[in-house]
């Protein structure tokens, strides 16, 4: 059924660490082997072996506006044959400076660079050199990259694969991270108690995608940003996966909640890649040239890339975009919640714009500890049955799915038929 996929991840096997290029892809948290893909149009994505699915992963983001936009593809294909890089500035680079600036009144000033990864690393090396400090504050179950020091209780393929934290990073790096649960203010005012003025950053999803979705509660961010505030400790919003995603100005607009620095990737690179640091002129003017804290790229601000991000950006910003895209999403999850109650399934989905989770749990999931309680068994059953009705959602309950402006009612309607089945499984299973 899968036969060119098994091939290739025969092959794959033996040239790839687990024959993937990143782990979360690996399907190790819902059995079996991975798909290998072979094009997407629209909202849909095919396999090597010619099957056709709904995709709900959307390169873990990125893909807001769905694959091969036709405005983006002829973007990029125009841009091409002026050249792939240059290793200097463009007209391009300037104008997605200036997209970013707009959207995100926070950035005054803003690095370009190649990744998620590279944004939060960077992000951290200026808020430490701003402070002179050297510890810093995240937050269980959420992913901000492999840098070194965020891989500590972090959420993501380090929660999927169940990983404690990652070998490689010297312990004396991981014990300048501090981890406390997400929303919990107690354990935010313990810690900001014990680390008097000596935290450099605190840096957070303000809405976890990397622990399945989880939004903040009431208090919890305006909080966060009183006690940094205090203290001098620099307010870091990785909205890597949010920015452009939940809103146009990302959680720091629907939230109104203004961070020293904001990580952006994903969907600014509108599927190629591209990921950016920012914030206050007075921190960011540290950086290398302007200032001594060095960071840089061969690639950063890559043209094609960035024309990719510039055509995603003027779409998305058209009237009525994103009240459609989350009109649309409150439908499905809503949908999905109504099927799971008739079949008396335990299901709780979380959703904060065009991104949300489905945790087979019964309890309200607030945090990394009780995302950890939802019956990942039960997650993969539900991931594999629905992906042999042609529904692609991200194979581990500790992810984030999302929409496209390219999904449409109808595919709603066929993802919500393919639940009930499943649902409906599940439940007699379990009788
Ligand atoms: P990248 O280095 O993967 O571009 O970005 C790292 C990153 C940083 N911050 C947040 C909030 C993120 O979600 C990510 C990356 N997200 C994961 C999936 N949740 C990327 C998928 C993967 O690792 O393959």
């Not at 990744?115 to 690393?121: D, F």
């Not at 919990?184 to 000596?198: M, N, T």
């Not at 009183?226 to 939230?255: C, H, K, P």
Request: net charge neutral.
């Amino acid at each position: 059924m899968h036969n060119k996929s098994q091939e290739l991840f025969r092959r794959a096997l033996g040239l790839m660490p687990g024959g993937v290029n990143s782990p979360v892809r690996a399907f190790r948290a819902v059995g079996g082997e991975p798909l290998f893909m072979a094009s997407g149009k629209g909202c849909r994505i095919t396999d090597v072996d010619g099957a056709s699915y709904i995709d709900y992963v959307l390169s873990w983001g990125p893909l807001i506006l769905g694959h091969c936009h036709p405005e983006v593809v002829e973007a990029v294909a125009r841009a091409l044959p002026s050249g792939t890089s240059f290793g200097a500035s463009t007209a391009a680079e300037v104008e997605l400076a200036e997209r970013i600036r707009e959207a995100f009144p926070s950035v005054e000033r803003v690095r370009l660079v190649n990744s998620g990864t590279e944004a939060t690393m960077a992000a951290l090396r200026v808020a430490r050199a701003a402070t002179g400090r050297e510890k810093i504050l995240k937050f269980e179950g959420c992913y901000h990259g492999h840098a070194d020091s965020l891989l500590v209780k972090a959420g993501s393929g380090v929660a999927t694969l169940g990983l404690p934290d990652s070998p490689g990073v010297p312990r004396a790096l991981a014990e300048l991270t501090i981890t406390v649960p997400f929303n919990d203010l107690a354990a935010l005012e313990d810690a900001f108690r014990i680390h008097r003025h000596q935290l450099a950053a605190a840096i957070v999803e303000p809405v976890v995608g990397n622990a399945g979705c989880i939004p903040p509660r009431v208090g919890f961010l305006e909080t966060l940003r009183a006690l940094t505030a205090q203290q001098g400790t620099a307010l870091i919003f990785d909205e890597v996966m949010t920015g452009f995603r939940v809103a146009w100005g990302g959680a720091q607009q629907l939230y109104s909640i203004q961070p020293d620095l904001t990580t952006l990737g994903k969907v600014i690179g509108g599927g190629l890649p591209v990921g950016a640091y920012g914030g206050k002129a007075g921190l960011m003017d540290q950086v290398a040239p302007a200032g001594p804290v060095y960071q840089a790229g061969t690639l950063s601000g890559n043209p094609l890339a960035v024309t990719a991000g510039l055509k995603t950006l003027e779409i998305i910003r058209r009237p009525g975009f994103y009240e459609r895209l989350n009109a649309l999403t409150e439908k499905l999850t809503v949908g999905l919640q109504a099927e799971a109650a008739r079949c008396h399934v335990p299901l709780v989905v979380n959703r904060v714009g065009s991104m949300f989770t489905a945790f087979f749990t019964r309890e309200p999931v607030t945090d990394y500890s009780s995302a950890q309680k939802a019956d990942a068994a039960c997650f993969a059953k539900y991931f594999r049955g629905m992906l042999e009705r042609g529904v692609y959602f991200p194979p581990s309950q500790f992810e984030a799915a999302f929409l496209s402006s390219a999904h449409g009612e109808d595919e709603v309607t066929e993802t919500l038929r393919a639940a009930r089945d499943v649902l409906a499984a599940l439940s007699s299973a379990a009788l």
